[in-house]
């Protein structure tokens, strides 16, 4: 009998993360910070207070409006998920 795959099957959503440079973040990505913020991205803000080497992530639901402003040459983790 061949092994099957219960997340396949059962619905069941497994989450990752990936490294990514920063300039590979787009809108809609649940990003971690290297100082361990989780952002849900709705907005990028470039040259952040004027500065080209730093750019804000923005998030603005419902539930939090927060802003972290990150250098253009950092490295994040952008969550990624499988399943259903």
Known sequence: MAHRNTAEYDGVVSESWRIAPVDE?????????????????????????????????????PDRWYKCPIAVDAEVEIRTTTGD
């Open 25 to 61: 973040v787009r809108i809609g990505d649940v990003v971690k910070t290297p100082s361990g913020d989780v952002v849900t991205v709705t907005r990028i803000e470039t040259s952040f207070l004027g500065l080209s080497n730093l750019v804000a992530f923005i998030e603005d639901t």
